[in-house]
């Protein structure tokens, strides 16, 4: 099997997660071998599962970095042809694992997460893959206050930290429109 690296992208809420187990299932079923990981920083509804926002999920290892996944398969790791990764922005190590994963191991590598932050700035290293990926899908939700097709992640808790770990307890889905707005941007000179 050749390298190959696959991105999930969007904002929350989007459906990227759901896709990432989409794509797991058919490669299951194809009888190809996958591990699935994500950061243990999520612990929104589960430890050690990726779930949705609207509830399907499927065991995990949940780790901090890609590094410390690789020591926790050990031997095991030759046996994976897939790695799915969720919450793809909150892993330090991700551009290195994932290159060489591909590159020198030959995995066919899944990756899930925010292409922005509540501020629509670079989130960890998921940007950092657009150059190595052999395919990017950017997912659009629905606006939480129109239906328009969302792009953007409005964050309605009161924090300025990038990460902050919720759902729609502190974030909502938004359209440019109702990001713009309701972040009261002004074009530059206004
Ligand atoms: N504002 C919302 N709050 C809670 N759940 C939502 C909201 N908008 C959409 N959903 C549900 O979330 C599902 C997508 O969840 P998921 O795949 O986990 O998205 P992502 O990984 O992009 O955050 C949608 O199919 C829908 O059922
Ligand atoms: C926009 C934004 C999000 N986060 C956190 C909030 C959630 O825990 C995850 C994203 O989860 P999803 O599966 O994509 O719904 O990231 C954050 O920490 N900072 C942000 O700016």
Redesign the pocket.
């Given at each position: 099997m050749k390298g190959q690296i696959d991105l999930i992208l969007?904002?929350?809420?989007?459906?990227?997660?759901?896709?990432?187990?989409r794509r797991v299932e058919d490669h299951e079923a194809a009888g190809r071998k996958v591990v699935l990981v994500k950061s243990s920083i999520d612990t929104r509804y589960h430890s050690s599962r990726i779930?949705?926002?609207?509830g399907?999920s499927k065991g995990c290892y949940a780790t901090a970095s890609l590094a410390e996944l690789r020591d926790s398969l050990g031997g095991e790791y030759s046996s994976f042809s897939v790695i799915a990764i969720?919450e793809a922005q909150f892993l330090p190590d991700l551009l290195q694992f994932c290159a060489h994963a591909a590159d020198f191991d030959h995995k066919h590598i899944l990756v899930?997460g925010l292409d922005g932050d509540f501020r629509r700035q670079r989130f960890g290293q998921v940007l950092d893959l657009v150059p190595l990926a052999d395919s990017v899908t950017k997912?659009g939700?629905?606006c939480?206050y129109c239906s328009s097709r969302?792009l953007f992640s409005l964050r309605i808790a009161a924090d300025e930290r990038q990460a902050l770990v919720g759902?729609?307890d502190k974030?909502?889905?938004v359209c440019r429109r109702h990001y713009t707005e309701l972040n009261e941007i002004r074009p530059a000179g206004e």
């Open positions: 969007g904002p929350m809420f989007a459906g990227k997660t759901s896709e990432l187990l779930v949705t926002h609207d399907h969720d899930a997912l939700g629905s939480a969302a759902g729609a974030y909502a889905p």
